[in-house]
């Protein structure tokens, strides 16, 4: 460095490697959620945009380090970039104000074939790529701007990464634990565009007080190069496998440790937090210990063998310790509940992925070894090709490893990789046995993986006996159960039912109840699937010309169809009824007056997809999308909400349809589910069900009778006078937050809606 050259103190400029990684980790993690409400919880959703996330940060550090080597103002870029960040997030703040027209403009039959896959790829893109990218500069700016000595044993980016890496722990917590819960995810995105803001402000004042970079001569090459360190390309394979491997890795630990955590928005941000820990802890270490000549020589291949072996040991660790995490077990608050999760994360994947995160840090640091190109150029390539790899890897978890192997296959191949890299980084002139022994190895893992590891059960010991079949992949993990108290059921996650053939009248009920009461239900609409039983229910009324069901997974619409067809009247094949493969919100949004009835299905209300269909602007949707005289039906599982949830779901739905009929779908209160009713300009009359009833002859005998269906009435609500407060929305999240945190912190004992509580809310309606 030229010696006249002022420059900001290091520590100052660590501090804000850490605020950078914070601000990017909560962006990624609000963003994620933020495209759920635009494009819909379907299976391609979340990981077009993952993919966009990884692709925009690759490219932006690779063009960062190109402009890196030569730009004598490194702080004014990384400057402009990040009020880059904050600018081309407003769109993604202002999401629902300017969104709400696409859909319906698209058009259901548009939405569902080409024009609406180039329109969701085509958002995801403009949306997510672009601030991304801005985010991929700040590495290799702030690198060139540190850039001192190339032939330094110690490499002056890597206190940089470690530094962000560590700072991403905080964004987690921020965006987890604090922003969403105490504000909204509205608030979190601002507040998070502000501290976008202030780091520009930062960089302006360190270009400001810091003179042009001065050209540092390159050292010829061979002049401090140890013999044993690889070559810059085998390092660069190096960065990018191990992206793909760890990535891939994490991917399939969300997928096993939400099979004993209650699928939540905060079980997720648990395992990110236990993985991104580890990986800073290895960044540490890489950065602080001396790098010996042995480790020069045999880092990279022990790391891997070492990754290797903790991976094959995962799914023995997994099956000891999930028994101590039970999925009913609460917690004393979400605090408790994500530490819970970050502690089983890190005793099953703990030690693999501590290996492997060894391999990318000490990669960079073998790289700055007599390297002649600047440090902000040399970053920018391999934290390019670590995020390409990221995002490969991510890809083939979900696509093609996951439903082909199951999460144990796919840890024992992960494993299996591993060594097969090790065995190419053998330094060289090993020991015999160490190269025959590593080959072993290999073939050893391999068959293990391929033949041992996809037979590990992964369902609840009480129900391996009943499982008849198995899905793992990017929609989720699903099982088929044949259990003498449920009969044929869906399994999801480990952790709950969609539907069972032993619940096939009350399933069928909740489409019988809602088209009794219209008079001429000749187009209706189901939002959900699950077994296929209660939108197969429809084909029984003669006043049915047509049903549309919208269902968010291939996989349970093919399981419904496989295992169900007599429980739903073969409702996948029958010429009246067709079924879309599509996100329930974002095609009801694309049908305006389409139906004469649609009814909604029993939604988990702390699921991060699920929770936005209890919002104002779903039921807005759902209103735009009836017929003039069309009904709206939504079933709440009220053995799955607490009284205030309840009422800020009534709020939300009375905001929209005004005078709205409560209706209960069984007299049990064990597992009540109550409708609620509105219509576009219709009103609620018993003359028009006792007609329907009549014309229909129906052999559900809960509503043998119109007395019987008067019975099951609970009360109709008026139109509301003023506003109504609470409300829930998109940019606040109420109930799925809430719900999510009565559930992690009261499990089974949560205070639902059923049996006395139940009985002591109807009384209110009485």
Same mark, same amino acid.
């Given at each position: 460095?030229?010696?006249?050259?002022?420059?900001?103190?290091?520590?100052?400029?660590?501090?804000?490697?850490?605020?950078? !990684?914070?601000?990017?980790?909560?962006?990624?993690?609000?963003?994620?959620?933020?495209?759920?409400?635009?494009?819909?919880?379907?299976?391609?959703?979340?990981?077009?945009?993952?993919?966009?996330?990884?692709?925009? @940060?690759?490219?932006?550090?690779?063009?960062?380090?190109?402009?890196?080597?030569?730009?004598?103002?490194?702080? #004014?870029?990384?400057?402009?970039?990040?009020?880059?960040?904050?600018?081309?997030?407003?769109?993604?703040?202002?999401?629902?104000?300017?969104?709400?027209?696409? =859909?319906?403009?698209?058009?259901?039959?548009?939405?569902?074939?080409?024009? !609406?896959?180039?329109?969701?790829?085509?958002?995801?893109?403009?949306?997510?790529?672009?601030?991304?990218?801005?985010?991929?500069?700040?590495?290799?700016?702030?690198?060139?701007?540190?850039?001192?000595?190339?032939?330094?044993?110690?490499?002056?980016?890597?206190?940089? +990464?470690?530094?962000?890496?560590?700072?991403?722990?905080?964004?987690?917590?921020?965006?987890?634990?604090?922003? /969403?819960? $105490?504000?909204?995810?509205?608030?979190?995105?601002?507040?998070?565009?502000?501290?976008?803001?202030?780091?520009?402000?930062?960089?302006?004042?360190?270009?400001?007080?810091?003179?042009?970079?001065?050209?540092?001569?390159?050292?010829?090459?061979?002049?401090?190069?140890?013999?044993?360190?690889?070559? /810059?390309?085998?390092?660069?394979?190096?960065?990018?496998?191990?992206?793909?491997?760890?990535?891939?890795?994490?991917?399939?630990?969300?997928?096993?440790?939400?099979?004993?955590?209650? @699928?939540?928005?905060?079980?997720?941000?648990?395992?990110?937090?236990?993985?991104? $820990?580890?990986?800073?802890?290895?960044? @540490?270490?890489?950065?602080? @210990?001396?790098?010996?000549?042995?480790?020069?020589?045999?880092?990279?291949?022990?790391?891997?063998?070492?990754?290797?072996?903790?991976?094959?040991?995962?799914?023995?660790?997994?099956?000891?310790?999930?028994?101590?995490?039970?999925?009913?077990?609460?917690?004393?608050?979400?605090?408790?509940?994500?530490?819970?999760?970050?502690?089983?994360?890190?005793?099953?994947?703990?030690?693999?992925?501590?290996?492997?995160?060894?391999?990318?840090?000490?990669?960079?640091?073998?790289?700055?070894?007599?390297?002649? %190109?600047?440090?902000?150029?040399?970053?920018?390539?391999?934290?390019?090709?670590?995020?390409?790899?990221?995002?490969?890897?991510?890809?083939?978890? +979900?696509?093609?490893?996951?439903?082909?192997?199951?999460?144990?296959?796919?840890?024992?191949?992960?494993?299996?990789?591993?060594?097969?890299?090790?065995?190419?980084?053998?330094?060289?002139?090993?020991?015999?046995?160490?190269?025959?022994?590593?080959?072993?190895?290999?073939?050893?893992?391999? +068959?293990?993986?391929?033949?041992?590891?996809?037979?590990?059960?992964?369902?609840?010991?009480?129900?391996?006996?009943?499982?008849?079949?198995?899905?793992?992949?990017?929609? !989720?993990?699903?099982?088929?159960?044949?259990?003498?108290?449920?009969?044929?059921?869906?399994?999801?996650?480990?952790?709950?039912?969609?539907?069972?053939?032993?619940?096939?009248?009350? %399933?069928?009920?909740?489409?019988?109840?809602?088209?009794?009461?219209? /008079?001429?239900?000749?187009?209706?609409?189901?939002?959900?699937? $699950?077994?296929?039983?209660?939108? !197969?229910?429809?084909?029984?009324?003669?006043?049915?010309?047509?049903?549309?069901?919208?269902?968010?997974?291939?996989?349970?619409?093919?399981?419904?169809?496989?295992?169900?067809?007599?429980?739903?009247?073969?409702?996948?094949?029958?010429?009246?009824?067709?079924?879309?493969?599509?996100?329930?919100?974002?095609?009801?949004?694309? *049908?305006?007056?389409?139906?004469?009835?649609?009814? *909604?299905?029993?939604?988990?209300? =702390?699921?991060?997809?699920?929770?936005?269909?209890?919002?104002?602007?779903?039921?807005?949707?759902?209103?735009?999308?009836?017929?003039?005289?069309?009904?709206?039906?939504?079933?709440?599982?009220?053995?799955?909400?607490?009284?205030?949830?309840?009422?800020?779901?009534?709020? *939300?739905?009375?905001?929209?349809?005004?005078?709205?009929?409560?209706?209960?779908?069984?007299?049990?209160?064990?597992?009540?589910?109550?409708?609620?009713?509105?219509?576009?300009?219709?009103?609620?009359?018993?003359?028009?069900?006792?007609?329907?009833?009549?014309?229909?002859?129906?052999?559900?005998?809960?509503?043998?009778?119109?007395?019987?269906?008067?019975?099951?009435?609970?009360?109709?609500?008026?139109?509301?006078?003023?506003?109504?407060? /609470?409300?829930?929305?998109?940019?606040?999240?109420?109930?799925?937050?809430?719900?999510?945190?009565?559930?992690?912190?009261?499990?089974?004992?949560?205070?639902?809606?059923?049996?006395?509580?139940?009985?002591?809310? #109807?009384?209110?309606?009485?």
């Amino acid at each position: 460095m030229n010696p006249s050259r002022s420059a900001p103190p290091g520590p100052l400029i660590l501090a804000m490697a850490f605020f950078s !990684g914070a601000l990017a980790l909560a962006q990624q993690l609000l963003w994620t959620r933020r495209m759920v409400d635009l494009m819909g919880a379907a299976a391609g959703s979340t990981a077009r945009v993952f993919a966009c996330f990884f692709l925009g @940060l690759a490219l932006g550090a690779q063009v960062a380090g190109r402009i890196a080597a030569r730009t004598q103002r490194p702080w #004014r870029m990384a400057a402009l970039a990040e009020f880059g960040v904050a600018l081309l997030s407003v769109p993604m703040l202002t999401l629902p104000l300017w969104a709400d027209p696409l =859909w319906p403009w698209l058009g259901a039959e548009r939405l569902l074939a080409t024009p !609406g896959a180039l329109l969701k790829t085509a958002l995801s893109v403009l949306l997510v790529l672009p601030p991304a990218f801005a985010m991929g500069f700040f590495l290799p700016m702030a690198g060139s701007a540190l850039h001192t000595d190339r032939n330094a044993d110690r490499d002056p980016g890597l206190p940089l +990464y470690v530094a962000n890496t560590f700072g991403a722990l905080a964004g987690i917590l921020f965006g987890i634990l604090y922003l /969403p819960a $105490g504000a909204g995810l509205f608030s979190a995105m601002r507040w998070v565009i502000v501290g976008n803001l202030l780091s520009t402000v930062v960089y302006l004042c360190f270009d400001h007080f810091s003179s042009p970079l001065s050209p540092v001569p390159a050292p010829p090459k061979s002049d401090n190069v140890p013999a044993a360190v690889p070559s /810059p390309r085998t390092l660069l394979a190096v960065a990018a496998l191990s992206g793909f491997l760890v990535l891939a890795l994490e991917i399939n630990a969300l997928m096993l440790v939400q099979l004993v955590a209650p @699928l939540s928005f905060f079980a997720p941000g648990a395992i990110l937090f236990a993985f991104i $820990g580890i990986l800073a802890v290895c960044g @540490l270490s890489v950065a602080t @210990l001396p790098l010996s000549p042995f480790w020069r020589e045999n880092g990279l291949f022990i790391t891997a063998i070492s990754a290797g072996i903790a991976l094959w040991i995962s799914p023995f660790l997994f099956h000891t310790f999930a028994p101590h995490f039970p999925v009913d077990t609460p917690a004393a608050s979400l605090t408790a509940f994500f530490l819970r999760i970050v502690l089983f994360s890190l005793l099953v994947f703990g030690p693999a992925v501590f290996f492997a995160g060894l391999w990318f840090p000490l990669a960079a640091r073998l790289s700055a070894q007599g390297s002649t %190109q600047s440090t902000g150029a040399r970053w920018g390539g391999l934290l390019a090709v670590n995020g390409l790899g990221g995002w490969l890897g991510a890809e083939a978890a +979900y696509r093609f490893l996951l439903p082909a192997f199951g999460p144990f296959g796919t840890l024992g191949l992960l494993g299996t990789l591993y060594l097969f890299a090790a065995n190419l980084l053998i330094p060289p002139h090993p020991s015999p046995w160490i190269r025959r022994a590593a080959l072993a190895l290999f073939f050893v893992g391999g +068959y293990i993986s391929l033949q041992v590891f996809p037979s590990l059960p992964t369902t609840h010991p009480s129900l391996r006996p009943h499982v008849r079949e198995e899905s793992h992949g990017r929609e !989720g993990s699903f099982a088929i159960l044949d259990h003498p108290a449920m009969g044929r059921a869906i399994l999801m996650y480990n952790q709950y039912i969609l539907g069972s053939s032993a619940a096939t009248p009350a %399933q069928a009920r909740q489409a019988h109840i809602p088209l009794l009461l219209h /008079p001429t239900p000749h187009r209706v609409g189901f939002l959900g699937a $699950g077994t296929g039983i209660s939108p !197969g229910a429809a084909l029984d009324h003669t006043a049915v010309e047509h049903v549309e069901t919208a269902e968010l997974s291939s996989t349970v619409a093919q399981a419904a169809h496989q295992w169900f067809a007599t429980e739903n009247r073969n409702w996948y094949t029958d010429p009246r009824s067709t079924v879309h493969i599509e996100d329930a919100r974002t095609w009801v949004a694309a *049908s305006p007056d389409r139906f004469d009835v649609l009814v *909604s299905d029993l939604f988990l209300p =702390w699921g991060p997809g699920e929770g936005r269909l209890f919002t104002v602007e779903h039921f807005t949707a759902c209103r735009a999308a009836l017929a003039p005289d069309g009904l709206f039906c939504m079933w709440l599982p009220l053995y799955q909400l607490t009284e205030e949830q309840v009422t800020l779901i009534l709020n *939300s739905f009375r905001t929209v349809f005004g005078t709205t009929h409560l209706i209960l779908r069984e007299t049990s209160p064990e597992s009540p589910a109550l409708g609620l009713i509105g219509w576009k300009n219709g009103r609620l009359d018993w003359n028009t069900a006792k007609t329907r009833l009549t014309a229909e002859n129906l052999t559900d005998p809960e509503i043998p009778t119109l007395a019987a269906l008067q019975a099951l009435s609970l009360h109709t609500l008026p139109a509301p006078q003023q506003p109504l407060s /609470p409300l829930n929305t998109l940019d606040n999240l109420h109930l799925e937050l809430d719900a999510s945190r009565v559930l992690l912190q009261y499990g089974n004992k949560a205070p639902y809606l059923t049996e006395i509580r139940f009985q002591t809310w #109807r009384k209110i309606f009485k």
